[in-house]
């Protein structure tokens, strides 16, 4: 096999030490009240789970077996009093505004617990990640407010992200297969708005959502140049719900069916169009260099909001990780083989070593992603030390006050999207890109991999549903599947992180 140069020249091209380490760069730019911040939140959801998860988690599951039609609203209003569906909304849209940094850990100790009331509560944030990268500043502060509104009548109102299709999952969720993907949820263009047919499937939270961000298309052959999003609420004639999939884990986050049949969405409620982006100047750098036109809104609404969200998934697989080491090593203090505590066999510590180095990989990738996210991608406008430190301070009414008129929001929007996306250059969407799909591979593999060790220590005692054990592998195995596959995140990692060292490399192309 011929080498082109030698190591030298690959080492040259490679990327250096401190793009590969994150974390440095972003110790100088980060302010510091985020680290407060992240505290504040593991304490908050360790609360929570004491007081909450822990006595819940098993009882949930049991029930979504015995009934997989059952709606845990009763969760969901839990949820909705401790303040967790605001709490990463802007104080600009009448939220907590909390960093979009803190996530990621109060995710983590939500998972330690369990990971489908983790999700349930995390992947709000996932269909308002959607609407937030659209940045149409009149439909997010209008969406926001009722968010915050089902707060304070302890109503809840969640939001949801509308992407995967039947016959298109991980192909709609990459820019460079969603030219071939076989979509079937079209808009088709009429007087006064559009004309919505099609159906998604495995919508987080699907049933319990008030809002619906969707992700349909405008011509079916070219689904990457034409892709459109809109904002659907619950009662839209032609909108409705369709089955409950029968899940073997993480049952108590419910995946739902939602059908569109003629269902009519009026002008108002379109969040953006492909084919407005380029007229409106917003494409950014990186793709006016790479001349693709309305494929802009593509790596908008794909990598802005994955790069966001995949290392949130990453802190799932964390969580997941050390949930699994802390029931393992209970069990092995608890139990005796041989006439001593199994913690005491060489065996069982060189098993409980190897857990205690996964779980710690798990959560050191997800904070790498989160510091590229920070500097590079959807969260560094608010990243910026002045502008944070402005949020932070000032209280909520203070924006009510200031929110600009109607009429004048379309100028905000345009400013916004000028601001984060027309200013993204291709560097910064290939670190922020590449180091969230790094998370999410690395995160939820060790997680997935703890819980089989539990299981292989606890032996037949891991099997009992009362051990938690069973569960929490149950629960695991999903996190691999979605926010994009981790075979799919294992080829962005190749095309954003190591292609850059050898450019003749072609990526999906089979």
Known sequence: MSRKGGSSTLLREFPDFEETMQSLAAMERMPRGVVEECREAVALARRFNRTVARNYALELDRRMQEDPAYLPWELVEEANRWGFFTMW?????????????????????????????????????????????????????????????????????????????????????????LARARVRCQARRVEGGYVVNGRKI??????????????AYEDLERPDETMIAFAVKNGTPGFSFGRMEKKMGQKGCPASELVFEDCFIPDEYMLVAASRLEEMGLLSRAARKAERG??????????????????????????????????????????????????????????????????????????????????????????????????????????????????????????????????????????????ASLAKVAGTDLGVRNCQLALELMGQAGLRHDRRAEKCLRDAKLLQIYEGTNQLNRLNIFKCLVAPAAPEAQVFQD
Request: with cysteine.
């Open 89 to 177: 909304i802007p104080k600009l849209f009448g939220g907590k505004g909390w960093s979009l940094s803190s996530i990621a850990p109060f995710v983590e100790e939500l998972a330690s617990e369990c990971l489908a009331i983790t999700n349930l509560i995390g992947v709000h944030y996932f269909g308002f990640s959607i609407l937030a990268a659209t940045w149409n500043v009149r439909l997010i502060d209008m969406i926001s407010r009722e968010v915050a509104e089902g707060e304070r009548t302890g109503k809840p109102c969640l939001v949801s992200g509308a992407v995967t299709e039947p016959e298109a999952g991980t192909d709609a969720e990459e820019v460079e297969l």
């Open 202 to 215: 495995f919508i987080s939270n699907g049933h319990l959502s008030t809002w619906h961000i969707l992700i």
């Open 294 to 435: 309305p494929r802009e809104l593509g790596m908008q609404l794909i990598d802005f909001v994955v790069s966001a969200t995949r290392p949130g998934v990453g802190a799932m697989g964390a969580g997941v990780a050390r949930g699994a080491f802390e029931l393992a090593l209970q069990f092995a203090r608890e139990t005796e083989v041989g006439g001593k505590p199994l913690v005491n066999h060489e065996w069982a510590q060189c098993l409980l070593a190897e857990m205690y180095v996964n779980a710690a990989l798990a959560r050191l990738s997800y904070m790498e992603a989160n510091y590229a996210n920070s500097m590079h991608g959807m969260a560094r406008l608010l990243g910026f030390k002045p502008l944070y430190y402005y949020h932070r301070a000032l209280p909520t009414s203070v924006f009510d006050r200031f929110m600009p008129a109607a009429n004048r929001r379309d100028a905000v929007t345009t400013a916004f999207r000028l601001l984060v996306v027309a200013g993204q250059g291709e560097e910064q969407e290939r670190v922020a890109s590449g180091w």
